[in-house]
């Protein structure tokens, strides 16, 4: 949920840094792509209990919570950077400042997730 209020803030937002918020964009892609995917699997009794299925969670978890927080933190300093725009726009720094916590907290959970899946996978 959080990833995908990312992606529609940054998606609706000015783009000034298209490096940076390019990497956030495809972040936010590729994580909520990843997780419906591994869900959807999931639900779909594709992993019937193996613990290489326990293993693919701990990984793609960890990779999400680097990717994330490598976004946030590029989100961040483009958010700072427009922060010294001209006053008319503080709707679109707004925007930013929204998807930066919402980037932050997708990290948040991501890492939450990942520790609970590297628990799991040490006790399997």
């Known amino acids: 949920?959080?990833?995908?209020?990312?992606?529609?803030?940054?998606?609706?937002?000015?783009?000034?840094?298209?490096?940076?918020?390019?990497?956030?964009?495809?972040?936010?892609v590729f994580c909520f792509v990843m997780?419906?995917?591994?869900?959807?699997?999931?639900?779909?009794?594709?992993?019937?209990?193996?613990?290489?299925?326990?293993?693919?969670?701990?990984?793609?978890?960890?990779?999400a919570a680097l990717f994330y927080l490598s976004a946030a933190v590029l989100e961040a300093f483009a958010t700072y950077t427009f922060s010294s725009l001209l006053p008319q726009q503080l709707y679109q720094y707004q925007e930013n400042v929204a998807a930066v916590v919402f980037a932050f907290l997708a990290t948040l959970v991501y890492v939450v997730h990942s520790v609970f899946s590297l628990l799991r996978w040490k006790s399997s």
């Not at 949920?1 to 940076?20: E, H, R, T, Y």
């Not at 997780?35 to 990779?63: K, M, N």
């Open 1 to 28: 949920v959080f990833g995908g209020l990312v992606w529609i803030l940054v998606a609706s937002s000015k783009v000034l840094l298209s490096m940076l918020q390019g990497w956030v964009m495809f972040v936010s």
């Open 35 to 63: 997780s419906i995917t591994l869900l959807c699997l999931y639900i779909c009794g594709i992993h019937r209990g193996s613990s290489s299925w326990v293993t693919l969670d701990a990984i793609c978890q960890e990779i």
